[in-house]
T-cell receptor
Framework: DTEVTQTPKHLVMGMTNKKSLKCEQH?????MYWYKQKAKKPPELMFV???????INESVPSRFSPECPNSSLLNLHLHALQPEDSALYLC??????????????FGPGTRLTVL | DQQVKQNSPSLSVQEGRISILNCDYT??????FLWYKKYPAEGPTFLIS?????DKNEDGRFTVFLNKSAKHLSLHIVPSQPGDSAVYFC?????????????FGKGTKLTVNP
């Protein structure tokens, strides 16, 4: 089983709203990732959690705030977003992000629209 | 500086024929390569990977070839099916730096015509 689930599937929010994206995996993976993907572009890495600790923050604006409550869950808290933040937000997980040759498995994504 | 390049934005093949998707890389430290398939508005699906110590890896209709001296890899799909129509991303990681960072190519849109 290589399933990563994400909720919600679609989200529309205003620039003053606060919302959260959720991601869950039950593969026993210890690394989890947030990516942002714009149309016709490859995924862009935002954050990496390894063993529930933030290991990479790709200079993402503070209006995006990640949280890893436990090894199976990953949240992305959104506040005061801009219309240009509209994109597909992807969660991924892998066995051990600190190891070598580690395959990342992606969830279906949350389609975010900021009005 | 694009470290992973997929120079063909699109490819069209007939059902039943072979699809060959190409990928070039510039970073000699890359030691693990992956192919993902992506349908519109969905997350990428892992297809197949290859370690730099191998030159070929096969899984059903999918075969990945790696030519380290040329810094080139290719994905062969035989026989191609209409359901294979999607965008294919090549990705690579550098074992020295940990595999958290996948470097993606820009993708090739494959269309398989019935």
């Amino acid at each position: 089983d290589t399933e990563v689930t994400q909720t919600p599937k679609h989200l529309v929010m205003g620039m003053t709203n606060k919302k959260s994206l959720k991601c869950e995996q039950h593969m026993g993976h210890r690394a989890m990732y947030w990516y942002k993907q714009k149309a016709k572009k490859p995924p862009e890495l935002m954050f990496v959690y390894s063993y529930e600790k933030l290991s990479i923050n790709e200079s993402v604006p503070s209006r995006f705030s990640p949280e890893c409550p436990n090894s199976s869950l990953l949240n992305l808290h959104l506040h005061a977003l801009q219309p240009e933040d509209s994109a597909l937000y992807l969660c991924a997980s892998s066995q051990d992000g600190t190891g070598q040759q580690d395959t990342q498995y992606f969830g279906p994504g949350t389609r975010l629209t900021v009005l | 500086d694009q470290q992973v390049k997929q120079n063909s934005p699109s490819l069209s093949v007939q059902e039943g024929r072979i699809s060959i998707l190409n990928c070039d890389y510039t970073n000699s430290m890359f030691d693990y390569f992956l192919w993902y398939k992506k349908y519109p508005a969905e997350g990428p699906t892992f297809l197949i990977s290859i370690s730099s110590i191998k030159d070929k890896n096969e899984d059903g209709r999918f075969t990945v070839f790696l030519n380290k001296s040329a810094k080139h890899l290719s994905l062969h799909i035989v026989p191609s099916q209409p359901g294979d129509s999607a965008v294919y991303f090549c990705a690579a990681s550098d074992g020295q730096g940990g595999s958290e960072k996948l470097v993606f190519g820009k993708g090739t849109k494959l269309t398989v015509n019935p």
